[in-house]
């Protein structure tokens, strides 16, 4: 296993990796588009500034599009003080700057954190979390995410969820396209353009959202309850956590931001399926690795 040194500059290096692969494939598939629908050349150019420019919104701007997708709102020291205080003495511990710190209005029990860097961090939590969860098991949740903002997590999975959901948009608007009544043979090409758009839409994201590997929660759930020394606080948060309702503000582009899947989860076969397409390992087995720890 990486050390927490390693772990930042893999993370850098992926992120920066992320970015250029979706500046190519938005100037690949318009290039693309244009030769079954004769598109002026010059949308390629108009293309390339487009995908530049979402990678650097998404880099600097990523935090506020995904709060406000999940109607975050700000907290304060006097309504949210457990959260807000526990944060803070997690900050000071670890020496980060004290994170802006978000609520999200909702029975679900679920937290993720957001930004770019240590310098410009946001942890996220519901008031369902807040209302469910001891002193100790939310600060074992906010530990957890700290260590995904002292990894630079934050601002590998901020990029993949903003670009996600603008690839799924492309391919949507390439769906709509109609050829030129003057283009030859493009019948077929259309036919399989349109079938690998309508595919490409929903798996685009999964797949950048894979590409984050699933071991970053267990980096994150080991280096937090280092960080607190007390493995069976955040082992128990999980066990309410994996009881917890769906949370209706996420969506498939954020739902690996989350520290636990916050869609429904699948039981039986249909849960060992899913959990080949998660973003998330099995609670379970998180718990296991937490509980050797203990």
């Not at 290039?31 to 500034?49: E, H, R, Y």
């Not at 003080?81 to 000071?92: G, K, P, V």
């Amino acid at each position: 296993m990486r050390n927490v040194y390693e772990e930042v500059d893999f993370n850098k290096r992926r992120s920066a990796i992320v970015m250029i692969l979706f500046v190519v494939f938005v100037v690949g598939f318009v290039w693309l588009l244009g030769q079954v629908f004769g598109t002026d050349p010059s949308i390629i150019i108009l293309a390339a500034v487009f995908s530049i420019g979402s990678a650097l919104v998404s880099y600097y701007s990523g935090d506020k599009i995904v709060l406000s997708l999940t109607n975050a709102k700000p907290a304060n020291r006097q309504e949210h003080f457990n959260f807000y205080t526990s944060a803070e003495n997690l900050a000071l511990a670890t020496q980060i700057p004290m994170p802006k710190l978000y609520v999200i209005e909702s029975n679900a029990m679920n937290a993720f954190a957001t930004g770019r860097d240590p310098q410009h961090a946001v942890i996220c939590i519901t008031t369902g979390l807040m209302n469910n969860l001891n002193r100790s098991e939310l600060e074992a949740v906010l530990a957890h995410e700290i260590s995904h903002i002292i990894n630079y997590d934050i601002r590998l999975m901020t990029i993949t969820a903003i670009l996600a959901g603008m690839i799924a948009i492309l391919s949507d608007w390439a769906i709509r396209m109609r050829p030129r009544k003057d283009s030859r043979n493009t019948g077929g090409i259309l036919l399989i353009v349109g079938v690998i758009a309508l595919i490409l839409a929903p798996i685009s994201a999964k797949l950048i959202q894979l590409a984050l590997s699933r071991r970053r929660e267990y980096f994150a759930d080991a280096q937090g309850s280092k960080i607190t020394r007390q493995p069976q606080a955040l082992i128990d948060a999980l066990k309410k956590l994996s009881l917890s309702e769906p949370l209706k503000n996420a969506s498939p582009a954020t739902a690996h931001l989350f520290i636990v899947n916050p869609f429904s989860q699948s039981k039986g076969l249909r849960k060992n399926i899913s959990a080949l397409f998660s973003t998330h390992p099995p609670i379970e087995d998180r718990i296991n690795q937490l509980s050797s720890m203990t």
